[in-house]
């Protein structure tokens, strides 16, 4: 018998045939046996190194394709920040898995004012990595064509992703405007986590913005709206996907909302590059490394004159 070293089940076996005029010779057979036993476990090995090289070839196959497609969509992240005046800003996404479902992007619209975009698909791996490709793509088409405003962005985002696909998922967004020497934020968020704006002077509390409608994708009847918020010299906002804020620690803590407040008000005074280094290492040795979600965040920030 030929036995699967794996799961111990029956897969093949030996047939010999031992005899002289018609009778069995249990003497040759006595011999014979133990050879045919090694020769059977030989035959099983065999084919269980065949079986790990196939699997093997698979995966390695699999981890490839997977390489590749996390490389494409690092290519629709930006390889650099918009020069916008009167306004510093920093990004990073960290991906937990070789493809995201996060994203961020920056879109520069034809009379000056500069688009962000944070956004978050509900869910992980390649299908997540796809429908985030299609919704940045869709967003960025709707915001240069004739939808540049936050709330008319989403509504129209929400509308074509409904229409072109079937699946069950859907996205977080916060897509906000600035202009150059602006004053303020215009902004829509469609269900993602609410962005924290930190006032330079500390007489002044810290807040975080309130969502403007649910997430894109989701139901067909939704509705968007917008809202501003009034920004002062040295004043900064932090948006993020909730990786950051639901990473956990070793003791099963999360970091959550209020020590991502504490953290960032500790930060005052600090250029957007900065907060958003000492955010991302305040994490870090928070979560003592470890990530189970993609975690994008950036900081936009007014410049001190």
Not at 40 to 65: C, F, G, P
Not at 112 to 126: E, L, M, N
Not at 137 to 152: I, N, Q, T
Not at 262 to 283: C, D, I, N, S
């Amino acid at each position: 018998m030929i036995v699967d070293e794996d799961t111990r089940e029956l897969i093949g076996g030996i047939y010999l045939s031992i005899s002289t005029r018609g009778y069995i010779d249990r003497r040759l057979f006595q011999i014979y046996l133990p050879i045919l036993q090694t020769l059977s476990d030989q035959v099983a090995l065999a084919l269980r190194r065949a079986k790990i090289y196939q699997q093997t070839s698979a995966h390695q196959r699999l981890e490839q394709e997977l390489r590749l497609a996390g490389e494409i969509q690092g290519s629709f992240l930006p390889d650099h920040f918009p020069q916008v005046a009167g306004w510093g800003l920093s990004a990073m996404l960290i991906s937990a898995r070789d493809t995201s479902g996060d994203f961020f992007d920056f879109i520069a619209l034809p009379d000056g004012r500069v688009g962000i975009v944070v956004a978050d698909v509900a869910d992980k791996g390649v299908g997540a990595a796809l429908y985030m490709a299609l919704s940045r793509a869709y967003l960025r088409s709707h915001v240069l064509g004739d939808h540049p405003e936050p709330a008319s962005a989403l509504q129209s985002l929400n509308q074509r992703i409904l229409e072109d696909t079937s699946s069950d998922l859907f996205v977080t967004v916060v897509y906000a405007l600035v202009e150059p020497n602006g004053t303020g934020l215009l902004y829509g968020n469609g269900g993602h986590p609410p962005p924290l704006v930190v006032r330079a002077n500390p007489q002044q509390p810290s807040q975080f913005l309130t969502r403007t409608g649910m997430a894109v994708g989701a139901v067909e009847e939704a509705k968007y709206e917008q809202a501003s918020v009034m920004m002062d010299p040295g004043d900064f906002v932090v948006i993020y996907s909730d990786g950051l804020t639901d990473a956990s620690n070793s003791e099963g803590e999360v970091f959550g909302m209020e020590r991502l407040q504490q953290k960032a008000e500790a930060l005052r005074g600090l250029p957007p590059y900065e907060v958003r280094m000492q955010l991302t290492e305040a994490l870090r040795e928070f979560s003592g490394g470890t990530q189970e979600d993609d975690v994008t965040l950036v900081v936009l920030g007014r410049e001190i004159a």
